[in-house]
């Protein structure tokens, strides 16, 4: 049993933006964390020239269901969503940058929903199934690997 079965929800989460940072730190990137988490972002990377990239952190244990709410998760050539994949058949999390961009024309596995006239706010997510590896492996991090500055960032 890997580790991460051992802690809760929140425990995962923090544990997820700490190594997202990390790894963008191990990369030569600046890195900031905003004080109050109201925007929908969780880290501030400095990529240097006067840009700067806008992360919102997610992680999943397994299979499941993320989302960002859409009013926090604006599809800007500068914001990107981080997903740490803790799988239950491996003993480290995958790392995936995915440029906001994505959800402009969503196709599996983002999704793109607005509830109309329903109690849930309108989001942008991903279902992360049985096929997450091929469906996601576009934007994987391989461990190790510096993280990629090719997002398109204005």
Same mark, same amino acid.
């Given at each position: $049993? &890997?580790?991460?079965?051992?802690?809760?929800?929140?425990?995962?989460?923090?544990?997820? *933006?700490?190594?997202?940072?990390? *790894?963008? %730190?191990?990369?030569?990137?600046?890195?900031?964390?905003?004080?109050?988490?109201?925007?929908?972002?969780? /880290?501030?990377?400095? #990529?240097?020239?006067?840009?700067? #990239?806008?992360?919102?952190?997610? &992680?999943?244990?397994?299979?499941?269901?993320? !989302? $960002?709410?859409?009013?926090?998760? &604006? /599809?800007?050539?500068?914001? %990107?969503? %981080?997903?740490?994949?803790?799988?239950?058949?491996?003993?480290?999390? *995958?790392?995936?940058?995915?440029?906001? &961009?994505?959800?402009?024309?969503?196709?599996?596995?983002?999704?793109?929903?607005?509830?109309? =006239?329903?109690?849930?706010?309108? =989001? !942008?997510?991903? %279902?992360?199934?049985?096929?997450?590896?091929?469906? /996601?492996? *576009?934007?994987?991090? $391989?461990?190790? +690997?510096? /993280?990629?500055?090719? #997002?398109?960032? +204005?």
């Amino acid at each position: $049993m &890997s580790r991460w079965h051992l802690a809760n929800r929140a425990h995962v989460g923090a544990a997820a *933006e700490l190594i997202v940072a990390a *790894e963008f %730190a191990l990369s030569g990137y600046r890195v900031f964390r905003p004080l109050v988490d109201d925007r929908g972002v969780d /880290l501030l990377v400095d #990529l240097g020239s006067g840009r700067h #990239l806008l992360v919102q952190v997610k &992680s999943v244990r397994g299979a499941g269901y993320v !989302y $960002m709410r859409k009013s926090g998760f &604006s /599809l800007d050539n500068y914001r %990107a969503l %981080a997903l740490l994949v803790f799988p239950a058949d491996a003993d480290h999390p *995958e790392l995936f940058l995915i440029p906001a &961009s994505v959800w402009r024309n969503p196709i599996p596995p983002f999704v793109d929903r607005d509830y109309v =006239e329903k109690k849930s706010d309108p =989001e !942008y997510g991903i %279902a992360v199934n049985k096929q997450w590896r091929r469906q /996601l492996a *576009e934007w994987r991090v $391989m461990p190790g +690997e510096r /993280l990629p500055v090719t #997002l398109p960032v +204005e």
